[in-house]
């Protein structure tokens, strides 16, 4: 690979781009030296700096949380033979203010050169804001606004930052508040495609947890309603972590050719968003816990469960989901005691009782695109 090259030289050719240069003569409201300045104003909030070898040494503010995720994966072979010759853009599913982590560790763990996060900029308040921005190389992003002239410098300082590094980033823009993946957005697929650089490759990764460390928080709101700073969820990220363990499954997909697809085009990037999207929704890991939320009723006998989750597992099956566990007393047993230990259902004899109706539903609608509607809650 290439020296990478210096914060200032990305200024210099983010600026020299064509789509910039053509906001000076736009105006959008402003004449051209108000332009340039809000363009250098955006650059220097996206500015970031990768200093990877500290990252692990770090005391990081989630690690205390981190190590009660057992971290598995799957396919790590495509990715290892992607880096070889191609640049790589990873589009990953959304559950968890972990995810930024459990995900790049992944790599780390296996080796593989690290990427850029596209992270929303509310992450960045305080140290956890200073270790993303000056360690990790977190790009932050404004996920909610539509000033043109700030959509128009992201996605070139994107096209950029391709040039001299791999991207890992989340299509569907914030975490799933129903449990269910969310449609796609483009903006960053947008870049990718008019970034110029040659041989990159789009890695599909789905991530999926046993136990969804903030289940209850965001399954009492069921949509996300405003924007909360990062150092108030991450108190309340601690909170939920008593008595909490997971295991996380990572896994990787076939690589899509970015370059098979029109950079000009509005609907090669929608066909590109929801070919990612199909892709993800087919590797994301089905756990116990989501068959039985899935199977579960108010109140039911573990004999109907473990129909139910038969059931289920058949639809499954022929819709090529990526299983865990094949057998449905395996699948009651599992999902069962992890649910009962996180409070969501409960067990008496031979019946089982929802505790928590709103987690338990979160948990369902996470494979609800694997399964015929008419199944579903």
Known sequence: ??????????????????????????????????????????????????????????????????????????????VRDAIRDHR??????????????????????????????????????????????????????????????YLTTLKAYVAELLRDHDLFFYPEGGRSYSGEMKPHKTGILHAVLQSGVKNVLLIPVAIAYDLVLEDRAIARQGV??????????????????????S???????????????????????????????DAIGKLFKVLPTAIVAHAMRPSITRATLDSRIEAALEHLAAAGANLLVRDEKQVAEDGLSRLEHRGVVQVEGDRVRVRDRNVLRYYARSIHHLLPASSSH
């Open 1 to 78: 690979m290439p020296k990478t090259r210096s914060t200032d030289d990305i200024t210099r050719a983010v600026l020299a781009r064509p789509e910039v240069t053509r906001l000076h003569e736009l105006g959008h409201g402003h004449d051209p030296a108000a332009v340039r300045r809000k363009v250098l104003a955006y650059l220097e909030e996206l500015r970031t700096t990768q200093r990877y070898p500290f990252y692990r040494a770090l005391q990081h503010p989630l690690y205390p949380i981190l190590r009660k995720v057992t971290r598995h994966f799957e396919h790590i072979d495509i």
């Open 88 to 149: 790589v853009v990873y589009a990953s599913n959304h559950r968890s203010h972990i995810d930024y982590l459990v995900e790049p560790l992944v790599l780390d763990d296996n080796g593989i050169r690290p990427p850029l996060i596209a992270a929303g900029i509310n992450l960045f308040g305080g140290p956890l804001g200073l270790i993303h921005k000056h360690v990790t190389g977190a790009v932050p992003i404004r996920r909610a606004t539509k000033d043109p002239i």
């Open 224 to 245: 996300k309603k405003r924007q909360r700073p990062f150092t108030y969820e991450l108190a309340e990220m601690v909170g939920l972590a008593v008595g909490y363990r």
């Open 247 to 277: 295991r996380s499954y990572v896994t990787f997909g076939q690589p899509i050719a970015v370059g098979a697809y029109d950079p000009d085009s509005r609907k090669d990037a929608l066909d590109l968003a929801h070919r990612t999207r």
